[in-house]
Nanobody, 122 residues
Framework: QVQLVESGGGLVQAGGSLRLSCAAS????????MGWFRQAPGKERQFVAG???????DYADSVKGRFTISRDNSKNTLYLQMNSLKPEDTAVYYC????????????????WGQGTQVTVSS
C-alpha cells in the first residue's frame, strides 16, 4: 500500500514563497516517477511539475522559472519550492506517484495524496 502525505501549504502574499513536501511510505520510491498537480475551484486538476527516477524534471509552462521540484530518496520525500507566487497559483496541490508511464497526465498516476491548500493573496 502506498501512502502520500503533503504538507507546507498556507496563505502567502503575491511574490512570496512556499515549500511543499510530500512524504511517501509503503514502498521505496527511488525508482518511481513523482509529480505535483494542482486543482483550482471549478477547474480540472492540472500538471505542475514532475521528476523521474533519473532526476530529470519537467514543468508546466506557467511555473517554469518560479517552481523547482526535487526529491530526497533517502527520506522518501518529494518537494516543490515555489517562488514569486501569483494569485493564479491558488489551488489545492497534490503529489502523485507511479512506477509506470512516461507522460504527466493525471490518469497515468495511481497514487495520490490528500492535497494541501495554497492561497496567494494579491
Amino acid at each position: 500500500q502506498v501512502q502520500l502525505v503533503e504538507s507546507g501549504g498556507g496563505l502567502v502574499q503575491a511574490g512570496g514563497s512556499l515549500r511543499l513536501s510530500c512524504a511517501a511510505s509503503g514502498r521505496t520510491f527511488s525508482t518511481y516517477r513523482m509529480g505535483w498537480f494542482r486543482q483550482a475551484p471549478g477547474k480540472e486538476r492540472q500538471f505542475v511539475a514532475g521528476i523521474r527516477s533519473s532526476g530529470n524534471t519537467d514543468y508546466a509552462d506557467s511555473v517554469k522559472g518560479r517552481f523547482t521540484i526535487s526529491r530526497d530518496n533517502s527520506k522518501n520525500t518529494l518537494y516543490l519550492q515555489m517562488n514569486s507566487l501569483k494569485p493564479e497559483d491558488t489551488a489545492v496541490y497534490y503529489c502523485a506517484t507511479s512506477p509506470y508511464g512516461t507522460n504527466w497526465s493525471v490518469n497515468s498516476f495511481g497514487y495520490w495524496g490528500q492535497g494541501t491548500q495554497v492561497t496567494v493573496s494579491s
